[in-house]
């Protein structure tokens, strides 16, 4: 039996065993083609979790540096502040050797 069919435009005749080969070739085209989209989205799905193992890793490493250079300023705040500390001891020295001075120029003057 002879059959026509329209596809894009422009008719064709074929016998209907042709059909089942065009049948069939078609459905190995759409097998194949699931396959390849089966194929891609594990893929994707792999690149999605190596990616997501790269963006963990990337956001540990970040807080590793922002606790890092935290520790880093705490050292340095420390160091000022120890600095501060010498210099207010400095001062309490310098005023405790004028008291001294005065105490005993005050001693001084009334053994006199």
Do not use: P, V
């Not at 064709?12 to 759409?30: A, G, P, S, V, W």
Request: charged share 25%; proline share 0%; glycine share 2%.
């Amino acid at each position: 039996m002879k059959l026509r069919i329209h596809i894009q435009g422009i008719w064709y005749e074929r016998y209907e065993t042709q059909y089942k080969c065009m049948d069939l070739l078609i459905y190995r085209n759409l097998t194949h083609t699931l396959t390849l989209y089966n194929h891609s989205m594990m893929s994707l799905e792999n690149t999605t979790q190596i990616l997501k193992k790269h963006i963990t890793a990337s956001k540990n490493k970040l807080e590793s540096i922002k606790t890092a250079l935290g520790k880093e300023n705490l050292k340095k705040q420390l160091g000022t502040n120890i600095q501060r500390i010498a210099f207010i001891m400095m001062d309490i020295n310098n005023e405790t050797q004028l008291l001294q001075n005065k105490s005993s120029n005050i001693t001084d003057k009334t053994a006199d």
